[in-house]
């Protein structure tokens, strides 16, 4: 179960509209724009080579990007890494069987047709790991 690339960086900000400007003066384009109902979530993806940045904005105040701002002191941040793997239902398996602390122990849906699980904070040395599988 070894995941294959970086499949995109999670990058929280304040502003969507705002924080894509940078990205587009660089020469990135955005591919696709979508809003995740369940996790409060609206995204933007920039490709960048092979792994993509998931631009994240909190669709109310009480999402898990609106705590990582707040968190953050009101500012936006990088707020996870993905890792792409081939089988997200075995990948979650494995992580448990090397006693890795899963937040979330069923696959969901994630945004840029993806199949979603995070890994606990504390099982990562801190870092927000998001495991992730294309459809
Ligand atoms: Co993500």
Do not use: W
Not at 65 to 88: P, S, T
Not at 93 to 119: H, Q, T
């Amino acid at each position: 179960m070894k995941p294959n690339r970086v499949d995109h960086i999670g990058i929280a900000c304040t502003n969507l509209e705002e924080a894509m400007k940078f990205y587009e003066a660089l020469g990135l384009t955005c591919t696709n724009i979508e809003v995740v109902e369940e996790q409060k979530v609206k995204v933007a993806f920039f490709p960048c080579g092979d792994a993509d940045l998931e631009i994240l904005e909190s669709t109310t105040p009480d999402g898990p990007i609106a705590k990582f701002i707040e968190k953050n002191g009101g500012r936006g941040g990088i707020q996870h890494i993905a890792l792409n793997v081939d089988d997200i239902k075995e990948a979650i398996a494995y992580m448990k069987e090397i006693g890795l602390r899963m937040l979330d122990n069923e696959p969901r849906y994630g945004a840029g047709n993806s199949s979603i699980a995070f890994v606990h904070p504390k099982s990562t040395g801190g870092v927000l790991i998001e495991l992730a599988q294309r459809l």
